[in-house]
């Protein structure tokens, strides 16, 4: 008897526990077009369903906010005249705010999410097309490239935006119609997330409290950086020389906090130089087998300079600050034939996914027609798919952590200030299964909240896992 109470109190404490979150049943004149989640605060976060409704062409898009306790909270409905395009989020306070672009009318829209009341309002900013965007704190810089003109505009919230022009000078201007006109564009490397490897193209855009940066790699030994400073809405160029004076097999940069890191490997070193990008004079340089052998695990250094002689392999080096206020430094590398930096990694991998089963499909079509017998795909069938999709494997990596001056910190455990993913490691369950589509994740320190559509109700639902 005692027994069967306890498998009683079992099943019930299991089915109390399963109770879910949130649920949405469409309309017969409703269809989901998209869902998107993001991260309010440290505990907190927000799910948006894009519905078009079939009859008057509109968009609804229903905001649900999540609390650290798990309650659910639905913000007012939000109706637009197309399909939601999210650039930038970022909070103040009360206010989630959220810039959309519509492609159609050329139109960048403000929009204001009353988190304790649930109002919802929304500002007009005409004539205004984002080729970059930046999250910043409680701020979202999205930069214009102009003919001449740089135009940068920063939100706060509906009420309060402001626009700064930029007039390019005479004397920069070849340099930056490079970088407009370039073929492959320019890449805003946001450090309001944890960045693992930034870019590797030619041209990229960073942003600090100041000023924004756009760095052209002029050769393995020089990058220009053009600074347009927010205070005095200056432009300024400059060529930064590394002055390594070593052999090398791969060099590369970053810029934080109005540094940029140049980093040199070899065979046998890795060399690091630091450029204050206030005054352009170096201020630091670490060699690692001479500064930092004794603060960097000697197998990972030995591992990390193995693969040195890799001729597609591009070293990358980021710093992330942590915690207690220092910076924790990653140096990398990537393929340099399949990598390619992404801020909007959701779709990407969207996209990603939609190619890999165009791409599933003609393989498997094409292995059918070319050999007797038998179907499905060839034996090299997963490895093309890594090649064509770009899908990385993982490669040697060292870190260790500097104070702001770039001095190293011995026996320092800091944790960096936003966690470093394994996105696709996280979410390969739910691509797997086959009831779930339209997913998605927006994780937290411990667990990662999400929201999708059963495949087979149709039912749209936000769910959470612990991490």
Known sequence: MKKIFLLILFVFTQLSNAVELFSYKLNENEKLEGNFSIVVND??????????????????????????????????????????????????????????????????????????????????????????????????????????????????????????????????????????????????????????????NKFRAYITNNNLYFTSTKNDSQTGVIKFNFNSNLVENTLIDYNFNTTYMSRNTFINNDNLYAISSSENDIIIKSFNLINNKENAKLSVMSDLIEIIDKTAIQNFLSQSKVSNLVTTITLNKTTDNLYKVRVDRVNRNLYSYNYNWWWHHEFMMMQMQM????????????????????????????????KEKEYYYIEFVVDSNFVPQKNSNSETLFKNFNVDKLIKEFEDDSSIKKFAPAFLSNEVRYIYQNNKTKEILIDYKKL
């Open 43 to 200: 505990k907190e976060t927000c799910h948006f369903l894009f519905i078009k409704n079939t009859e008057s062409k509109k968009y609804i898009v229903k905001s649900v906010l999540l609390s650290s306790e798990k309650k659910i909270k639905q913000l007012d409905d939000l109706v637009l005249d197309v399909e939601p395009n999210f650039y930038t989020s970022h909070t103040n306070g009360d206010l989630l705010t959220i810039s959309n672009y519509d492609e159609k009318k050329k139109m960048l829209t403000i929009i204001d999410f009353n988190m304790t009341s649930g109002k919802t309002t929304s500002e007009n900013l005409n004539d205004f097309k984002p080729d970059l965007y930046f999250k910043e704190n409680n701020k979202s810089f999205l930069v214009n490239l102009g003919k001449n003109d740089v135009y940068v505009q920063i939100i706060t919230n509906t009420k309060s935006t402001q626009k700064k022009v930029f007039n390019i000078p005479e004397s920069i201007l070849k340099d930056y119609k490079d970088i407009k006109n370039a073929t492959l564009p320019i890449e805003g490397i946001n450090q309001s997330e944890f960045v693992k490897n930034g870019s590797i």
């Open 359 to 390: 791409m599933q499909m003609q393989q498997i079509r094409m292995s059918s027609m070319g050999r007797p017998g038998g179907f499905g795909p060839n034996n090299n069938f997963e490895e093309d798919l890594l090649m064509s999709l770009g």
